[in-house]
């Protein structure tokens, strides 16, 4: 590892605490591997396959919220 880059993982070491920087790196290998995973089986570019990688946690967010207000309110009800 060179020098800068050393330094930068320092820098945010000591910025941030251990659970979110392995949150950040996580996010990181993660988005890298579903752009390799939908190129290598769909045969899409990188470019592609990273529009996918960054949308479809997005969209699964957006669902997860509903899905626990909706569990929130029925939850209640019970």
Known sequence: MTEFAHGIVNTLKDK???SLFLSLIFFI???LIAMLVVS???GASLWE???VA???PAVNSIWFYILHK???KFSKNN
Request: glycine residues 12%; charged residues 20%.
């Open 49 to 51: 396959a990273g529009a």
């Open 16 to 18: 941030m605490d251990e």
């Open 29 to 31: 290998g993660h988005i």
């Open 54 to 56: 960054l949308i479809e």
């Open 70 to 72: 909706l569990w929130k």
């Open 40 to 42: 290598i089986i769909t």
